[in-house]
């Protein structure tokens, strides 16, 4: 495993831990730190962070906390607080 790879896991556990302590804006500086070491390094996000995170406001989303997570016709979709909705399929 790169060292990029293994640094945006552990931002990603610091987002978390981060938005479960209620600090906010300490998530979102870890999030956006993850983001520009992908693109600099040019790897993908792994999928638990692409879909724990918003893409509007960079807040790390835990559902009943920080975003709202509703289930439609084949498709999940989560609403953050700032607004943004993000919609999955499922099966």
Do not use: W
Not at 12 to 29: C, G, H, I, S
Not at 31 to 38: F, M, N, Q
Not at 54 to 66: A, E, H, N, Q
């Amino acid at each position: 495993m790169s060292i990029a790879r293994e640094r945006i896991d552990r931002l990603t556990v610091l987002a978390q831990e981060a938005v479960r302590a209620d600090n906010p804006e300490r998530a979102r500086q870890y999030v956006r730190r993850a983001r520009r070491i992908s693109e600099r390094n040019r790897l993908p996000l792994p999928r638990e962070f692409v879909r724990f995170t918003c893409d509007r406001c960079d807040l790390y989303l835990i559902p009943g906390k920080t975003a709202r997570v509703r289930l439609q016709d084949g498709h999940v979709v989560v609403t953050c607080d700032c607004g943004e909705h993000a919609r999955y399929p499922y099966e």
